[in-house]
């Protein structure tokens, strides 16, 4: 069980107290998150440890996952892709009665009869229709939805219209033509979680033996799921340049979530575009569902990328800053929200391959440099984006709603 004291030392004392001041003012009152999977990706993650510190301070906190059939995941996936900007995608009258249905389907038996319903991404939000509810809902959109497909927009807005608030990542997500109140919370990390905790080098050395790592060359890692707007082939590409200045290793590590069928397609088209380097050892897919996996390779590597063409946020990216590992990564969506160009880590732009292979370069040629900047990139996580400060965000969210603030 998680508790809050278990932060003490690792986040100021005034915080811890700023936390129990708020959560004594939610006496009583309920909080639930649905979103759409239970393990994979990043909304999980977070929804894993908030849930359980979020009890241990006295407000009860549900967690509701959405059932859905594949044929769903598959229409919600495209959601997903089209309301990115992704104007190719279209959707048939079919799949979007498949959308409404299932949505309607869940509302049944979800049990959402909580003070404040909170809704995460795309996937759900067709319930805040299909339940009876006084309480105040909120949608928590993790992606860009700021150029929409218009399709995909024109079907999801009224949904979106019929919450009383609307949660985004960063300044740069609002929808100034959107009649709905909108608030900034960014993604967090659990520092104390397996997956961010300090390892020791013999548990690291351990997990690079079991998954037979090879540690005679620097790792350049991309820690993300297999999907379009990661850009899979522009790592190979980047990493092609790279290793022409520096001997090297390319490392993806990723994950399958459950909602994302288009993950293993993406996968197997991977595996036979790195095929020779995959046989030859120089490029490796590594399974992230171990999250002290994720942690030793973090720690370890050389050099982060996340070299993503649209990004939500990219908490893989916080993972990595707050272990001290130097980050090159793009400039877009809540990236930049997270990395001090220059200063906590490198922003490239995502379609210049020879810029982020330089970066990348540098960090390697230059150890000092490295070890300053993830020095201070450690500290700016700590200052931003760990889960204390999350926990209070979603308080004060709750005393707004309830007008209890």
């Known amino acids: 069980m998680k508790h809050l004291d278990d932060y003490r030392g690792t986040v ?11 959560a004594e003012k939610l006496s009583g009152a309920t909080m639930v998150h649905v979103n759409a999977t239970a393990f994979g990706g990043g909304v999980a993650e977070i929804l894993d440890n908030l849930v359980l510190l979020m009890n241990d301070i006295g407000v009860r906190t549900d967690w509701r996952v959405l059932h859905g059939t594949p044929e769903f ?3 919600t996936k495209k959601f997903h892709n089209a309301l990115q900007g992704d104007e190719e995608v279209t959707f048939s009258q079919e799949e979007l009665d498949l959308y409404s249905r299932t949505n309607e389907k869940f509302a049944q038996f979800a049990d959402l009869g909580h003070d404040v ?6 996937q759900p939000a067709g319930l805040v229709r299909f339940v009876d509810h006084e309480a105040p809902w909120v949608w928590r959109c993790h992606i860009d939805i700021t150029q929409p497909n218009s399709q995909a927009w024109h079907f999801m807005e009224p949904f979106v219209l019929e919450y009383e608030r609307m949660i985004v990542s960063a300044d740069d997500y609002r929808r100034e033509d959107l009649e709905v109140e909108q608030r900034i919370v960014s993604p967090s990390i659990d520092p104390l979680s397996p997956k961010n905790m300090d390892l020791s080098q013999e548990v690291i050395d351990r997990y690079f033996d079991r998954e037979r790592i090879p540690t005679d060359k620097p790792l350049i890692t991309q820690v993300s799921r297999f999907d379009p707007w990661k850009d899979p082939e522009g790592v190979i590409k980047v990493w092609q340049e790279v290793r022409k200045e520096v001997d090297c290793r390319l490392v993806f590590c990723y994950n399958m979530a459950s909602d994302d069928p ?4 993406i996968y197997e088209r991977m595996a036979q575009t790195a095929k020779q380097y995959l046989e030859s050892g120089d490029v490796l897919f590594v399974r992230g569902d171990d999250p002290l996996l994720v942690n030793a390779l973090q ?3 050389a050099v982060i990328v996340q070299k993503s063409t649209r990004e939500g946020f990219g908490l893989v990216v916080t993972e990595a800053l707050w272990k001290g590992t130097p980050v090159v990564a793009s400039n877009v969506g809540g990236i930049p929200t997270q990395i001090e160009d220059e200063v906590t880590g490198f922003l490239v732009t995502p379609t210049d391959f020879s810029q982020c292979a330089a970066k990348i370069v540098q960090l390697l040629q230059d150890s000092d440099m490295a070890a300053e900047m993830g020095a201070r990139a450690k500290e700016s996580v700590r200052e931003k984006f760990l889960i204390t400060r999350h926990m209070l965000d979603y308080l004060n969210i709750g005393l707004e709603m309830l007008g209890r603030n």
Not at 117 to 122: E, F, G, L, N, S
Not at 262 to 265: C, D, K, M
């Open 262 to 265: 288009e993950g293993a397609r």
């Open 73 to 75: 995941f598959e229409v």
């Open 299 to 301: 720690r370890y590597s």
């Open 117 to 122: 319903v909170i809704i995460h991404d795309p």
């Open 12 to 22: 100021s004392d005034s915080v811890l107290t700023e936390i129990r001041e708020k």
